[in-house]
């Protein structure tokens, strides 16, 4: 089996509007489909006091679901954003927003509702912080 998103792959890189500014911390390759598989994700957001994620990207029933798992269940606060999560097939996001995230998840946004609350966060001077994983899909800020 592959590597879905590896390096120098389609999806392998960061898209430009993500870039990581100077400054922010990387978390770097990981096993498999979740962003806490073989990293020191959760070490970070201890250690950088985030304990609430917003998951965006690439593949709603593989890596969105199982690093919402991992993220629950090592005590995160997990917030998903719809329209900002896509997959291969539209079960596949079903599986994701239907069945997965009510036993995993603490808030599902819409896009539109998520942009809308940036503005008072943004103003916040924990909200400076970003934190995100290379060649995948999850950014968090300091709470």
Known sequence: MGQVFAAGAWGGEFHPDFRPREGELRVYE?????GFDNTDLDFLLKQ????????????????????????????HHVTLVKGAIAAFRPEEMQ????????????????????????PHAATSPASKSRLHRHHGCLAAKRT
């Not at 990981?30 to 979740?34: E, L």
Request: net charge negative; hydrophobic share 50%; aromatic share 8%.
């Open 48 to 75: 950088h006091h985030v304990s609430r994620i917003v998951l965006i990207g690439m593949r709603a029933n593989t890596c969105i679901d199982t690093t919402v798992r991992f993220a629950q269940e090592l005590g």
């Open 30 to 34: 990981h096993w498999s489909a979740g």
């Open 95 to 118: 599986a994701t927003f239907e069945v997965n995230a009510p036993a995993h998840v603490h808030a599902v946004l819409t896009a539109e509702e998520f942009i809308s609350a940036l």
